[in-house]
Nanobody, 121 residues
Framework: QVQLVESGGGLVQPGGSLRLSCIASGTFSSINTMGWYRQAPGKRRELAAVITSGGSTNYADSVKGRFSISRDNAKNAVYLQMSSLKPEDTAVYYC???????????????WGQGTQVTVSS
């Protein structure tokens, strides 16, 4: 079993910053990609940012230049630094990781419980 625990959400004013954290725990051999997805009310869940174990990153166009994803492989952690936040960034942010339990296993996805980010004055 692998669990992802997120933290760092909250209420922030437009133009402000927040840093989300996600730590993976449990039994697994390795983690490949880790990322952050978000889901606004009435909308589908969408990718915000993703990072590979080697450090390659990919961002949604809507967050490029404002969000920065990073990870600490030793801690099995991924972070999302969000700056210049806008009201349209308001959503529940979910951490995602693709892990394999054993060396010869396939990679399976696991999701965190989500953390609310609200951007409002």
């Amino acid at each position: 079993q692998v669990q992802l625990v997120e933290s760092g959400g909250g209420l922030v004013q437009p133009g402000g910053s927040l840093r989300l954290s996600c730590i993976a725990s449990g039994t697994f051999s390795s983690i490949n990609t880790m990322g952050w997805y978000r889901q606004a009310p009435g909308k589908r869940r969408e990718l915000a940012a993703v990072i590979t174990s080697g450090g390659s990153t990919n961002y949604a166009d809507s967050v490029k230049g404002r969000f920065s994803i990073s990870r600490d492989n030793a801690k099995n952690a991924v972070y999302l630094q969000m700056s210049s936040l806008k009201p349209e960034d308001t959503a529940v942010y979910y951490c995602n990781a693709n892990y394999r339990r054993y060396y010869f296993s396939t990679y399976d996805p696991v999701w965190g419980q989500g953390t609310q980010v609200t951007v409002s004055s």
